[in-house]
């Protein structure tokens, strides 16, 4: 059964040895109901359990599985939300019921622990804090709670001290990567403003206008664009540098754009986009918490991925210094 498992890494199995990563829920056949009320979960319960009796599908010997999940169409804090319960049925099977429905369920990978109705919504919790931790990030599939030993329920409405399985989405984020940057001459502008996006812009705008005004390749992988601010830090003054890779014996004359050595360095480098650019920066740093990996004092930075010296940006790189 192992095998159906992903190798955890082994602090954070330290700190969550409940959780585990299903490599794939395989895709199946399931017989299912939804109801939208107060009460739902109970609601659609009774409906497809008693269902499944009628039709002889519980008892001891049952291989049919009961899943469920909140509705996307419940709204938090509604009092009126959906719930939708499923039951794993054979492929040949013929439902003739106005309030049970069958589909195929695509399957997928999921991290998975075990807990009791009671303890769903801690759960829940326990799983997102493990998350960001981890390097998965959540998948798009189906959240699902897998209730068990269903067979056994002496009601059909599940009570809090039931056993549910929680299975969370989740699918691998791009791999965290080493790469050394040698030391390489660059141009750079400094622009500073009260206002963060002002001085970014500025920045940006001194920049891309330098290297088209000086022929710089675009889009070539010749000349590569690695930006660094302030970062999270709160001033009265924000800051943001662009620098543009160029040759050892490029002739500069510009009063704002000059060049100097950048002395690059080891780093861990991991691809993101503009969207999730914070986001990315921060699980950076919670990855060296978790790995004890010792930072780098040399600088942090950005790669901008763009063409023609124009947004939008194809994609960014963060490059986040480790020491030797």
């Not at 199995?13 to 939804?34: G, H, Q, T």
């Not at 009460?39 to 497809?48: M, Q, R, S």
């Not at 001459?185 to 206002?195: F, H, L, P, Q, S």
Request: include cysteine; charge should be negative.
């Amino acid at each position: 059964m192992d095998n159906c498992f992903e190798i955890q890494d082994e602090n954070l199995l330290k700190n969550y040895p409940d959780i585990k990563v299903l490599k794939k829920l395989e895709p199946v056949r399931v017989a299912y109901c939804k109801a939208f009320s107060k009460t739902p979960e109970n609601d659609a319960f009774k409906v497809l359990i008693g269902w499944a009796k009628r039709t002889g599908l519980i008892d001891k010997d049952s291989t049919h599985r009961v899943f469920g999940f909140d509705t996307p169409d419940s709204k938090s804090g509604d009092e009126v939300y959906g719930f939708e319960v499923w039951m794993t049925i054979d492929d040949d099977m013929i439902i003739e019921d106005e309030n049970v429905k069958s589909k195929i369920f695509d399957g997928g990978m999921y991290a998975v622990t075990s807990t009791t109705i009671a303890d769903i919504i801690t759960t829940w919790d326990r799983f997102r804090e493990w998350l960001k931790l981890s390097h998965y990030e959540l998948g798009n599939h189906q959240f699902l709670e897998e209730h068990l030993p269903f067979y056994e329920w002496d009601t059909d409405i599940p009570q809090k001290n039931h056993k549910v399985n929680l299975y969370m989405p989740v699918k691998d984020k791009k791999d965290k990567e080493k790469e050394v940057i040698p030391p390489v001459r660059v141009a750079y502008y400094r622009a500073e403003d009260v206002d963060l996006e002002k001085s970014a812009m500025k920045a940006w705008d001194v920049m891309l206008s330098w290297a088209k005004r000086n022929n710089l390749d675009a889009g070539s992988g010749k000349h590569r664009i690695f930006v660094y601010n302030i970062g999270f830090r709160k001033t009265k003054k924000y800051w943001q540098e662009v620098m543009i890779t160029v040759d050892d014996d490029f002739v500069f004359s510009d009063d704002l754009v000059k060049d100097k050595i950048f002395t690059g360095g080891n780093y861990m480098r991991m691809e993101t986009n503009l969207g999730s650019l914070m986001d990315s920066w921060k699980e950076m740093g919670r990855w060296r918490e978790v790995t004890k990996t010792k930072a780098g004092k040399h600088q942090w930075v950005e790669e901008w991925l763009i063409d023609d010296w124009k947004f939008p940006e194809k994609g960014i790189k963060v490059f986040f210094p480790i020491g030797d």
